[in-house]
């Protein structure tokens, strides 16, 4: 099920990529090029578990295209992945990392495994062995992975000190994500959450909605919907929605968010805790200004999206509404701020990373902040304009102005 879930993202973000490719006026070979990674690797992965037996893994890394420069892109550890969405996602940075103009192609990793299930040794083990088993294709000048969905700064660390030993030098720019005091950046935690952040604000000011009072619902509360809650609701916004995968809560005068923090575990569940929960289903048709589906992907479909009552919907996960959802809403007027321009904030802050790890020069947190918004905003303004003036969707525009400098690197290297 998870595979096939899977391979329909993978296949209607190769329907975009070509759709975009066709508007910018390039050939059937670079479609043909672009629509698939050029690179990816299986690989087995043998960990010795706490109890004496030897567990196999399977992981894999995706390579985009390295027109541009190195691929750059998260990995995750979760039972679900699978090679068609792990080759999505690759796609997708590559589409984050054309709209913030970074000198990167898109790269994504992935172990099928349980992190929630497995102790912090065998955790270890695993993040050695992954990079033990991809490193001939990643590195400073390669591939540069970071965190994803349930890996974090502690794997990053383990995953640094196994390709340090390996090369036999000190690779800090090897990997981003990375605790502060082995190269991490200030600002990394929080980067996707704020990113998102930028983009509520220009959409509410492009509908004319005030910030303060605004009811925001979020779906998911991991990493990015938790950082969120809070910046919304030190915003002076109405969090009136929250969920995780047991449930949602809600409360139309606005939750008590530093609470609700407080209380979440480290895999971001919380709702267990209270006896009155809405289901998933009934929060992302909650009337409110913004929505954001921050949790895992086809979450707004053709079923549900005529029933929205939201004004806004912003991708802060990675596919989360389909293409046919999205037509649903473009033509309800509804504005629809992509995943691939909305949580471009954590791969923008990785390069800042990358870039202060090369120069062995470290910036302050409100010098990433200031140059994470600055190009959010450009992005954003970008797509905006090519959605206006080319009468496309969002998402559309979102894909044309991510794939446009990679076909062009693409053209002049004479690949094409």
Not at 62 to 83: I, L
Not at 186 to 201: D, L, N, P, S
Not at 352 to 364: H, L, R
Not at 403 to 414: I, Q, S
């Amino acid at each position: 099920m998870a595979d096939m879930k899977a391979h329909d993202v993978l296949k209607s973000t190769q329907i975009v990529i070509e759709q975009a490719l066709r508007k910018l006026g390039h050939s059937d070979s670079m479609i043909e090029l672009l629509k698939e990674p050029m690179r990816l690797l299986t690989v087995r992965i043998p960990v010795k578990m706490d109890d004496g037996t030897t567990q196999v893994f399977t992981g894999y890394r995706s390579q985009h295209n390295d027109a541009v420069g190195p691929t750059k892109g998260g990995v995750r550890f979760h039972p679900g992945v699978t090679e068609p969405e792990v080759k999505a996602l690759s796609i997708w940075m590559s589409l984050k990392c054309g709209i913030a103009d970074l000198p990167y192609g898109g790269g994504k990793g992935g172990v099928i495994c349980d992190p929630r299930k497995m102790s912090f040794g065998e955790l270890e083990r695993l993040s050695r062995g992954y990079v033990r088993a991809v490193s001939q294709i990643v590195g400073p000048s390669k591939d540069i992975p970071a965190p994803d969905v349930m890996t974090n700064s502690q794997i990053m660390a383990w995953m640094m000190d196994e390709y340090s030993r390996i090369r036999e030098f000190d690779s800090p720019g090897f990997i981003t994500g990375k605790p502060i005091v082995l190269g991490g950046s200030k600002g990394r935690e929080t980067a996707t959450a704020r990113g998102v952040v930028i983009m509520i604000e220009e959409a509410l000011a492009l509908r004319q909605i005030e910030m303060n009072g605004a009811r925001i619902v979020i779906q998911g509360f991991g990493n990015a919907g938790s950082y969120l809650a809070k910046f919304m609701h030190e915003a002076g916004a109405r969090v009136i929605a929250i969920s995780d995968v047991n449930g949602a809560l809600y409360n139309e005068e606005g939750l008590d968010i530093p609470y609700l923090l407080e209380k979440r575990d480290s895999f971001g569940n919380v709702t267990n805790l209270f006896p009155n929960t809405i289901t998933n289903d009934e929060l992302l048709e909650l009337d409110c200004d913004v929505l954001v589906p921050a949790a895992i992907e086809n979450q707004i479909t053709e079923v549900n999206a005529p029933k929205l009552r939201a004004r806004i919907v912003v991708e802060a996960a990675n596919g989360p509404t389909t293409l046919e959802a999205t037509q649903i809403l473009t033509e309800r007027g509804v504005l629809l701020v992509p995943d691939v321009l909305a949580s471009a904030g954590g791969v923008i802050v990785s390069y800042f990373e990358w870039v202060q790890n090369n120069q062995g020069y470290y910036w302050d947190e409100e010098e990433v902040d200031r140059k994470l918004k600055q190009m959010m905003i450009r992005g954003f303004a970008q797509i905006y304009e090519l959605h206006q003036t080319r009468k496309v969707d969002m998402r559309l525009a979102a894909y044309m102005a991510g794939v446009r400098k990679m076909a062009e690197a693409v053209r002049y290297r004479g690949w094409v």
